[in-house]
């Protein structure tokens, strides 16, 4: 199947192929969240490292060279390659948004200096890309990346970056609502289960976003 018919949710399981999108470079940037030093720690508990072992073969064998590769050619087309991050801006935390403050995996404490909260070094930004930091689930809402968006005069948003479920799902929605066309590259994305993954692809696909693979945005892109 294409990106037209996979992943529908019950609500678009019956609708109509969407038209092919004019996606021209100029008006188009690819962002990148959260990938970084953090996520690739592996745990030193045997039973945590097991359990989260399919997402890291997943980062390692599929969404990190996938993304590195998309990065490249974005910049050899010229089109713009934006990061966005997770750290908070005070040492101690308090500017963190709620969600990243309540007790469990999501509690987060990361400084911006902080070695866990860079963007690991095979996906590192290039000299005189965009980097924002972020203190809450959604790039849009935790930054001025809407601003900086806009005033590039970008309209159409490839996102990448983890957790699908999660941080890139919040962005998604928060672009979608602010009328950006959203693209989601489902191989350059991953969440703690591949389950989690494909589900959260199913719900936000055809209302928030389209769902492609790398090879199927080049293919609609016409890149080379």
Not at 48 to 65: K, L, N
Not at 137 to 159: E, F, H, P, Y
Request: glycine share 6%.
């Amino acid at each position: 199947m294409s990106w037209k018919t996979s992943y529908r949710s019950f609500y678009y399981e019956c609708a109509p192929e969407p038209d092919e999108p004019t996606l021209l470079p100029h008006e188009t940037a690819m962002l990148c969240i959260d990938v970084q030093n953090y996520g690739m720690v592996l745990s030193e508990d045997p039973a945590e490292r097991a359990r989260w072992e399919p997402f890291h073969q997943r980062m390692r064998g599929t969404v990190i060279p996938q993304l590195r590769a998309m990065q490249a050619l974005f910049r050899d087309n010229g089109i713009d390659v934006i990061h966005a991050r997770i750290a908070c801006l005070l040492d101690d935390g308090r500017d963190r948004s709620l969600s990243q403050k309540l007790p469990g995996w999501n509690n987060l404490l990361m400084p911006q200096t902080a070695e866990a909260s860079q963007i690991i070094p095979e996906l590192a930004p290039a000299p005189g890309e965009i980097v924002v930091t972020k203190t809450t689930d959604s790039a849009l809402t935790g930054t001025n990346l809407r601003l900086v968006l806009n005033n590039m005069g970008i309209r159409n948003v490839i996102v990448t970056g983890i957790y699908t479920d999660q941080c890139v799902s919040s962005t998604v929605r928060s672009l979608a609502d602010e009328s950006f066309f959203v693209v989601l590259l489902e191989d350059c994305c991953a969440a703690g289960t591949e389950a989690l993954h494909q589900r959260e692809l199913e719900i936000i696909n055809m209302i928030y976003c389209h769902v492609m693979s790398s090879d199927e945005l080049v293919g609609v892109m016409g890149l080379s």
